[in-house]
């Protein structure tokens, strides 16, 4: 069974840094594309960094300049790195990946997600 788990979420105020990690553990075959979202109480899960094993890195354009998403392929890590955080980064921030496992079945997989809080 593969699992993800986040690491790094806390309150900061605005204009400050933090960095999240996200590492995948299991029978990983591959690991296709990572990312992290966000979700505030009352709406949807939006994306906030995907970065596939090869291609283009996506940002969402609320975050561009801002933040860096960068992976470890050989530990299977997946990191964001927020700089001039602001209130509307608060969140929830979830960790995603597209792996490749045993049978070669491919399949999204979620972390638990990590509270970021930015006080103004």
């Known amino acids: 069974q593969v699992q993800l788990v986040e690491s790094g979420g806390n309150l900061v105020q605005a204009g400050g840094s933090l960095r999240l990690s996200c590492a995948a553990s299991?029978?990983?075959?591959?690991?296709?594309?990572m990312g992290w979202y966000r979700q505030v109480p009352g709406k949807q899960r939006e994306l906030v960094a995907t970065?596939?094993?090869?291609?283009?890195?996506n940002y969402a354009d609320s975050v561009k300049g801002r933040f860096t998403i960068s992976r470890d392929n050989a530990k299977n890590m997946v990191y964001l790195q927020m700089n001039s955080l602001k209130p509307e980064d608060t969140g929830v921030y979830y960790c995603?990946?597209?792996?490749?496992?045993?049978?070669?079945?491919?399949?999204?997989?979620w972390g638990q997600g990590t509270q970021v809080t930015v006080s103004s």
């Open positions: 970065i596939p094993s090869g291609g283009s890195i």
């Open positions: 299991g029978i990983i075959l591959n690991i296709n594309a």
């Open positions: 995603y990946a597209f792996i490749t496992g045993p049978g070669l079945v491919r399949r999204d997989y």
